[in-house]
């Protein structure tokens, strides 16, 4: 017995004196101390003589050393042994390569593509031991290789990424293509890899060489897949009545079997404010589908775009929308309808009354617990439209605790502290914006950390919060979309509290309300300002991402755009812009990105 304990506490010592050797092997290898790294790895491959990761460490800690000639009598070694594996070969060829020997590279390198011959199979492992080299034409040369002998092999998306990093843009494209055609891969895969040698500008060269390829391969093969691909091209790139002559191609060849893709174009138009490509959508989709509920969504967004026209006759579109009324009546299936047409009422035409009217009488139709939240969070918002803060309060409460974990009772949640705040009820304000700054919804998150350090910092700076009164008042009167009553009210705030920590809110809310009325220029003084004074509080990078969007979208001037953007990147990584700025200004400077 007592042997039996020795043996088992022998073995388990020796496992942890191997655990330790390997830790630290990996440790002074990730430090660049190859000199204590190359001790502990020349004992692993002692002990564990089959482990490849193993030798390979050691042959690199030899080579970072320059001891070429221990690297060289290593790898000739294994090479000697039985059933010897072939990226061998390329590992003594490079070792060659790093002695500027490079005839002697050559044979072995040549070697290795010969085994290939042999077993095509191998072709994987020999190509990627090039590649890992950066010996890219060699890697091409074993992938092809491969694949050339044994058809059922298929290495395109290891060509494409090798195509990609050499800058052979057409090729990696043809290559990613073979894989999406043949069914190897999917569609969205190969998006996301191309995605980023695609930019806005349809000049750029490699927008200009994928467009090439597809037309081609359309030319040749006509296929489904070949539109879809141009359709998310011309997507990219804002050419959105291009995009949708490709969707309706498309449209055709499955017999208008679905308006899916079209809808979503759609609403990318209106997004954009491509308001005539968009309406052109919407009422090609009422044309040609049969479904009721696409339809009056169709109809919704052109009451949208409608909206858009600063000269619009109010009371045509309320017209519009009775008619709509008439046609889809009031159904659980046409929810949509009933609040677009009572923010209509409230927002547009500043009568919340029958709106109110009109939700409430909503709420008596047989509706599951989304559908009723639903309505429930746009009676809210007419209802504190009104004023009526404390019955707003009992809607967004009952959502908030009837779907607790779900979007829809986050923005509840964020409407309830939303709402207290503009009734100046600071504290509870505070309490269900702290609960939200872990919000799943990363908007919701930034929206409430931004209103809880607003309420905060104002509150310790000025305990009769005088200055952050008048900052809801504002607010509030940008709710009820009195802009101009808003704008005045913040002025208040700049003249009379200077110096004080809500002036940068002030400035940053009231750039927002001016670019609401198009007055850029006395925006961009205010985001300006902000970046002056308060560059490093909390909104500077809000300011910086709002001058950036001025500068490009505006202004016409990407170089100035660009210098925003760089801003964030290098200044603000935890921004919650930085993704956006960091594609923005990529896009600017024209990178061709891998």
């Not at 800690?61 to 001891?67: A, G, K, S, V």
């Not at 309406?279 to 949208?304: P, R, S, Y």
């Not at 829809?408 to 939303?418: E, S, W």
């Not at 100046?424 to 929206?447: C, E, Y």
Request: negative net charge; glycine residues 4%.
């Amino acid at each position: 017995m007592r042997k039996i304990f020795f043996f088992i506490a022998f073995f388990a010592m020796m496992g942890m004196a191997w655990s330790q050797d390997d830790f630290l092997a990996k440790q002074y290898f990730a430090d660049g101390d190859f000199e204590k790294a190359v001790v502990f790895y020349e004992k692993l491959v002692e002990k564990n003589p089959r482990r490849t990761e193993y030798a390979q460490d050691l042959v690199s800690c030899y080579q970072q050393l320059e001891r070429y000639i221990n690297a060289g009598d290593f790898l000739r070694n294994r090479l000697n042994e039985r059933n010897p594996y072939p990226t061998l070969l390329v590992d003594l060829g490079y070792n060659y390569a790093l002695q500027e020997l490079g005839k002697e590279a050559t044979i072995y390198y040549d070697k290795a593509l010969n085994i290939i011959q042999k077993n095509p199979n191998y072709g994987y492992a020999i190509g990627l031991r090039f590649q890992n080299y950066s010996l890219l034409d060699l890697a091409i040369q074993a992938f092809k290789k491969a694949m050339q002998l044994n058809p059922g092999l298929d290495y395109n998306y290891q060509l494409a990424r090798i195509y990609g990093e050499q800058g052979k843009i057409e090729d990696m494209y043809n290559a990613y293509l073979n894989l999406v055609s043949e069914g190897k891969t999917s569609k969205s895969n190969i998006l996301r890899s191309i995605d980023d040698f695609i930019s806005e500008n349809a000049e750029d060269p490699n927008n200009i060489s994928f467009k090439k390829v597809l037309l081609e391969r359309a030319q040749k093969n006509p296929n489904i897949l070949w539109n879809e691909l141009l359709s998310w091209l011309f997507v990219q790139q804002k050419q959105f009545g291009s995009a949708f002559r490709q969707e309706k191609a498309i449209y055709k060849r499955i017999d208008g079997n679905s308006t899916m893709r079209m809808e979503g174009l759609g609403e990318q138009a209106l997004e954009e404010q491509d308001f005539d490509v968009a309406k052109d959508i919407f009422e090609f989709i009422i044309d040609n589908t049969n479904d009721e509920v696409t339809q009056l969504n169709a109809e919704l967004h052109l009451i949208d775009i409608a909206l858009n026209d600063s000269k619009v006759n109010l009371d045509n579109v309320q017209n519009t929308y009775e008619t709509l009324i008439d046609k889809y009546g009031y159904r659980p299936q046409t929810l949509q309808l009933q609040v677009a047409y009572a923010k209509f009422l409230t927002f547009k035409k500043n009568d919340p009354k029958p709106a109110e009217t009109l939700l409430k009488n909503s709420l008596d139709l047989p509706l599951n617990t989304r559908g009723t939240a639903y309505i429930k969070l746009a009676l809210g918002d007419i209802l504190v439209f009104d004023k009526k803060f404390n019955e707003a309060l009992i809607y967004f409460s009952q959502i908030q605790q009837k779907l607790k974990n779900d979007v829809l009772g986050q923005d509840a949640r964020y409407k309830v502290a939303q709402t207290s705040f503009y009734k100046g009820d600071f504290d509870w304000a505070l309490t269900q914006l702290k609960v939200l700054r872990g919000s799943t919804s990363q908007l919701i998150a930034n929206d409430a950390m931004q209103l809880s350090l607003l309420i905060s910092d104002n509150s310790l700076e000025d305990s009769t919060q005088t200055a952050l009164k008048k900052y809801a008042r504002a607010d509030f009167l940008a709710y009820q979309n009195k802009t101009t009553e808003a704008i005045t009210a913040l002025n208040d705030i700049l003249e009379n509290h200077k110096g004080e920590k809500i002036e940068d809110d002030a400035l940053f809310k009231q750039a927002q309300l001016l670019e609401t009325q198009k007055k850029y220029e006395e925006a961009q003084f205010n985001y300006q300002k902000i970046i002056t004074f308060y560059n490093k509080g909390i909104l500077a990078d809000d300011a910086h991402f709002a001058l950036a969007e001025l500068y490009r979208k505006e202004f016409k001037d990407n170089i100035k755009a660009r210098e925003h953007y760089e801003q964030i990147i290098y200044n603000y990584q935890d921004s919650y812009y930085f993704p956006q700025a960091r594609k923005n200004f990529r896009i600017l400077r024209g990178d061709a990105i891998n």
